[in-house]
């Protein structure tokens, strides 16, 4: 499993909250990646990361930031949690061009 | 913009069948392509790594194959056991950075 957890694993927030995931990798990958999945649109990249500091966009990185203070941790972050960020959120690392996920937080906005 | 496409998006198949998952990809200028697995509820596992000047690449009963130039992949899965249900991910990488384009998906039912 490359070594990655995220957490938490399930979380239920209400609408104007702020909301920190975190990915936690211990084989100090230099890549970092936030996707998340949803029914009818399959996963989709939010945010990426190339190394401590420096991140960049993904497709749907509105509504989100990130940090990465740490080789092994980066954090997702919703400011202001809305219905539409209601979704499964996968943390993955790469490794030799090869891509490994995290178990997913399941968040859920009221 | 590059779009991934999975075809069918489900497929139910009887224990014992060799099967195969198509996926295409309107953009040839790939850096590579991957293969996954997902079970319900889960994350996803990767079964396949294909760069870009490769053809093929094989991991026990799956082998997966890319045609660049028809943006094309398959993935086949021989002698297909119940255990193999899930759904299967195609995703390209257009550059070394990662940042995966993903299809839909096939989900795949094999019926003791």
């Known amino acids: 499993d490359a070594g990655i957890t995220q957490s938490p694993r399930h979380k239920v927030t209400e609408t104007g909250t702020p909301v920190t995931l975190r990915c936690h990798q211990t084989e100090n990958h230099r890549y970092m990646y936030w996707y998340r999945q949803d029914p009818g649109h399959g996963l989709r990249l939010i945010h990426y990361?190339?190394?401590?500091?420096?991140?960049d966009k993904g497709e749907v990185s509105d509504g989100y930031s990130v940090s990465r203070s740490k080789t092994e941790d980066f954090l997702l972050t919703l400011e202001s949690a809305t219905s539409s960020q209601t979704s499964v959120y996968f943390c993955?690392?790469?490794?030799?061009?090869?891509?490994?996920f995290g178990p997913g937080t399941r968040l859920t906005v009221t | 913009k590059q779009e991934v496409t999975q075809i069918p998006a489900a497929l139910s198949v009887p224990e014992g069948e060799n099967l195969v998952l198509n996926c295409s990809f309107t953009d040839s200028a790939i850096y590579n392509l991957q293969w996954f697995r997902q079970d319900p509820g889960k994350g996803l596992t990767s079964l396949l790594l294909?760069?870009?000047?490769?053809r093929e690449q094989t991991s026990g009963r799956l082998n997966a194959s890319l045609d660049k130039s028809s943006g094309r992949s398959t993935l086949y899965i021989a002698a297909s056991q119940p255990g193999d249900s899930a759904t299967y991910l195609c995703a390209v990488a257009t550059g070394s950075q990662g940042n995966l384009i993903f299809g839909k998906g096939t989900k795949l039912s094999v019926k003791p």
């Open positions: 990361s190339y190394g401590v500091k420096d991140t």
């Open positions: 294909i760069q870009s000047s490769q």
């Open positions: 993955a690392i790469s490794e030799s061009d090869r891509e490994y």
